[in-house]
């Protein structure tokens, strides 16, 4: 029975609030932290009292520091209390599916069920020492949070704030949820002085004076369970109260019997639970003793009443395991784990006899440490705990066994494969580095071409592409014959060469492709064609995209796989994109949405909202693409490789290019120079440009000398982006080689190939621009206005506008008759239109060009013309003006003939008199 709660006024007050707003669809969860025994999971059960007097169900899960305790087992205790299960992929494993597609269906299945209990009546949960959940656990609560805030779910959770066993997986979970709109924190300190008084006179049902009160508060610094230990000593001397409840706790202990004391002590080392076999098998000692002994140890305090023995608080446990000698303690370990191996159950109890035999170390049999470990790690592994499965894994590797070439390569590749799901992917190609050495001192292909395959489906394009290098080594060893692993390694060594500008993209992808067809195999024919679409993914390989999009779809339709279909949209929707069927790429988009809700993958849903984005950026919806950006950008942050954030981040400096929102920060800013792939940078310094900062722009553009680089999916962004800034920049040997490149695909629109973020619009204004550059002004005009009316046909708003900009640019530097007047037109317009779209950076240069034009024009004479009015009032004739202003007689005429027209005159004469007015 509980003893009488003191204190903690404002913190109850606060989280029986909480529970109101849960009750009523606001969910919570609520962080209870402090030091053990502060009265973390008292203040958890006041407001579980207060629930369960509402009629509210009440759930407890408590964590344990034992390390060979199940994944999950946090939520397989509240699954139970629910009369629940959790899915079968976190418990029986086997999955055959892609393991982080069923992770996180399986945790988005549990948090489904916790919300449906919650939807009536509301339901609590508590989990209690969070500080000791595994990191499965850690990660299905942070799965759980994100998905409460609209719930009637209180999930309230203790942990201690000093406690160095939470470790990384309590960091990161924290970290995870610390955004979230239902997230509470509260951390409990001592008790104030008069509460002490209080609990000390409850607790020993006499007064207590002032004096020892403070005493007491002095000594324990309010902390509730220290003060309760003090209980029995206040009949005591000050001076022999302890310093701390260790030396209480020390005091009973020697007061016990010698075997019980040892039982005890080697109870406490092997973990929380008191299982007399255990501790009869372990120490040798007949299990009546046992028994005795543990009755004595409940009747002195130290373990709980009741039939299930657990010591009464870990600190006692703690303290009773202190003074045990470290060989007794590694040799205990060591016979639990044998005498567990023999037992029926030893199948399901693989994690906690890996435990003890690690924790038998350095007496126990490092092979058994290691073997049991690598089995341990397996489990973890198939039930989709990754986080336990890489520790696991590791201390397996650090166990001290001999382990042969192939078993190290082996058991390395299986580490990095966990350390890969959990979405550590930078630790995952260190290992994989090891593995693939292992690999080859046992001259291993196969070995060789798995280590390869680890990081299939995960690669990222901005960081390093280890996996092609070493797919290569390994096709180089294997017999040249069809297979599995061939064909595999053939479409990843094409896949990472399209990313990475290398030239057998095609070769690679091809081959892999026609393996593929061979084996009639569905999983590598995915691969096969995933590979293909990206070799594929320049703009010359566009209709074949298209065709290998038909070709996904209809595999996912015959394997009923979403993830198939998906991908068979988001194909098309690239390939509608760079021909410029913008209608077409927006149809595709409700399909895409509705794959993605029922993938429930936050990369399937980034993908959806990657191509929504480009959509409104492409029609001119900006303040919509922010938002969608943005929710891209929370989605993946921090959850996965740096591309996908990268990418998203790139998107708002494309957004904030357009539109001079200041989108990003300075620091924002600084981080993506320092991680952009260099032929990003080009695109980048456009960026600056539009905001005026030239010198930067000219400084990034310049940064990336070799065109002929460029990774296949950005070709045509990245040329037409450098023929801009050739223009801008005057310069004329390198717009003639973007010329050159543009001009076989002047009939396409300018996107990426394999994951579009926007479209820049006609290739032909890009084409126009790079002509003007070289001084080819007629063809540059040309050009250019077929690229507005393809724009214009498309639908593509923005940059039509831009078309338009270009045009006057370009109109303004080639002066041919009506070209200023036609330039002023040009920009009258587009003031309206920017305003309209609020493309403010380009309305900016919109009317400083204006002014300019308008310096120019007298009127509604331009100054050529306007000096060729003043020589005909002079009585020159056309000839002579020719002579005198370096022009032939031709043009002069036609500059007569212009201003005839402007000024409504009919006559030489009349032109003589209007420049006499003029004077």
């Known amino acids: 029975m509980r003893g009488v709660f003191v204190g903690r006024v404002e913190e109850s007050e606060l989280l029986a609030g909480h529970l109101d707003e849960a009750r009523l669809g606001s969910g919570r969860l609520v962080l209870i932290g402090g030091e053990p025994g502060i009265g973390k999971t008292r203040l958890a059960c006041e407001v579980a009292a207060r629930a369960e007097a509402s009629d509210i169900p009440v759930v407890w899960g408590r964590a344990s520091d034992d390390e060979g305790s199940p994944p999950y087992w946090l939520f397989r205790q509240i699954a139970r209390a629910l009369n629940a299960s959790l899915p079968s992929a976190l418990v029986d494993g086997g999955t055959t599916t892609d393991s982080m597609i069923a992770r996180f269906e399986a945790f988005e299945t549990f948090s489904e069920q916790l919300r449906e209990h919650a939807r009536h009546a509301g339901l609590v949960v508590v989990l209690d020492d969070l500080q000791w959940a595994d990191a499965a656990s850690m990660a299905l609560l942070v799965h759980v949070a994100r998905g409460m805030a609209r719930s009637r779910l209180l999930l309230v959770a203790t942990y201690r704030d000093t406690e160095p066993s939470g470790g990384k997986a309590l960091a990161d979970a924290f970290a995870a949820v610390s955004h979230e709109a239902g997230l509470v924190r509260v951390r409990l300190a001592g008790l104030l002085p008069v509460d002490v008084h209080r609990q000390l006179e409850a607790a020993a049902r006499v007064p207590v004076t002032a004096e020892i009160a403070a005493l007491v508060c002095h000594r324990t610094g309010g902390n509730p369970f220290f003060v309760n230990e003090m209980v029995p000593l206040l009949d005591s001397a000050a001076e022999a109260v302890p310093d701390g409840v260790l030396d209480t706790v020390r005091a009973r202990l020697a007061r016990l019997d010698p075997v019980c004391r040892e039982l005890v002590a080697v109870a406490a080392s092997l973990g929380s639970g008191l299982d007399a076999s255990q501790l009869a098998a372990v120490t040798g000692r007949p299990l009546e003793t046992v028994l005795n002994a543990l009755d004595e140890a409940s009747a002195a305090g130290l373990l709980a009443p009741g039939e299930n023995r657990q010591f009464r608080h870990d600190l006692i446990r703690e303290a009773a395991r202190a003074d045990l000698p470290t060989a007794t303690r590694a040799r205990a370990h060591a016979q639990l784990a044998t005498w567990l191996a023999t037992r029926p159950d030893a199948a399901e109890r693989v994690a906690e006899i890996a435990h003890h035999w690690l924790a038998s170390a350095p007496v126990g049999d490092p092979c058994q440490a290691a073997e049991w470990a690598e ?60 593995s693939a050495e292992a690999a080859r001192a046992a001259n291993d292909p196969e070995a060789l071409g798995a280590v390869a395959l680890a990081m299939e489906g995960v690669s ?23 297979s599995s692993m061939r064909a595999r390694l053939l479409a990843l060594v094409g896949g990472e060469a399209s990313f990475v500008g290398g030239p057998d993209a095609d070769r690679y992808s091809a081959e892999a492709l026609a393996m593929a067809e061979r084996l009639e195999d569905v999983s590598v024919l995915r691969s096969a064609l995933r590979s293909r679409q990206m070799a594929r993914s320049g703009p010359d ?4 995209r298209l065709a290998l999009a038909e070709r996904m779809s209809a595999l996912g339709e015959a394997e009923q796989d979403d ?59 900006f303040d919509d693409a922010v938002d969608t950006a943005r929710r891209c950008i929370q989605l993946v942050d921090g959850r996965t490789h740096s591309s996908a954030f990268g990418v998203s981040t790139f998107v708002l400096i494309l957004l904030d290019g357009l539109t001079g929102l200041d989108l990003l920060t300075d620091e924002q800013h600084a981080e993506f120079e320092r991680s952009v792939p260099a032929n990003l940078l080009p695109a980048y310094g456009y960026y600056w440009a539009q905001h005026g900062d030239f010198d930067r722009a000219r400084r990034l553009a310049r940064s990336v000398a070799d065109e002929g680089g460029y990774p296949r999916p950005v070709l045509l962004s990245a040329v037409a982006v450098r023929a801009e800034l050739a223009w801008l920049f005057d310069e004329r040997k390198l717009a003639a080689r973007m010329a050159g490149l543009l001009r076989p695909h002047a009939d396409l629109f300018v996107t990426g190939g394999a994951g579009s973020l926007a479209n820049a619009g006609s290739v032909r204004t890009y084409l126009g621009l790079a002509e003007a550059a070289c001084g080819h002004f007629d063809d540059g005009v040309r050009q250019i206005r077929l690229g507005i009316a393809a724009d214009d046909t498309a639908g593509i708003v923005p940059h039509a506008a831009f078309g338009r900009w270009h045009l006057a640019c370009v109109l303004s530097r080639r002066h041919r008759p009506g070209d200023t007047e036609e330039a002023v037109a040009l920009c009258a317009g587009l003031m309206d239109t920017t305003g309209h779209l609020g493309m403010h950076p380009l309305r900016r240069r919109v009317a400083e060009l204006a002014a300019k034009l308008r310096g120019d024009v007298r009127d509604g004479l331009t100054r050529r013309e306007a000096e060729i009015a003043g020589h005909v009032a002079q009585g020159l004739t056309n000839k002579q003006i020719a002579a005198l202003l370096h022009l032939s007689e031709r043009t002069v005429e036609t500059h007569v003939q212009h201003i005839l027209a402007k000024l409504g005159l009919a006559n030489r004469t009349q032109i003589a008199a209007w420049s006499a007015q003029q004077r």
Do not use: C, K
């Open 541 to 544: 390989g566009v209709h074949e």
């Open 563 to 621: 993830d198939t279909r998906l991908w068979g949209w988001l194909w098309r929707f690239d390939a509608f994109m760079m021909l410029g069927r913008i209608d077409d790429a927006e149809a595709a988009l409700p399909p895409m949405r509705r794959l993605a809700e029922r993938l429930r993958r936050p990369l399937a849903t980034w993908h959806y909202l990657r191509s929504r984005t480009a959509i409104e950026i492409t029609r001119g919806r």
């Open 460 to 482: 990222n394009p901005w960081g390093d592409f280890v996996g092609g290098r070493l797919a290569i080594e390994a096709l180089a060893q294997l017999r040249a014959e069809d």
């Open 375 to 434: 089995r341990a790690g397996d489990q973890a592994l198939d039930r989709l705990a990754w986080e336990e499965a890489a520790g696991l894994y590791r201390r397996a590797l650090e166990a001290g066994a001999p382990l042969t070439a192939g078993d190290r390569a082996s058991l390395l590749l299986r580490h990095a494969t966990a350390l890969a799901r959990d979405g550590d992917l930078q630790s995952a190609s260190e290992v994989l580095s090891r």
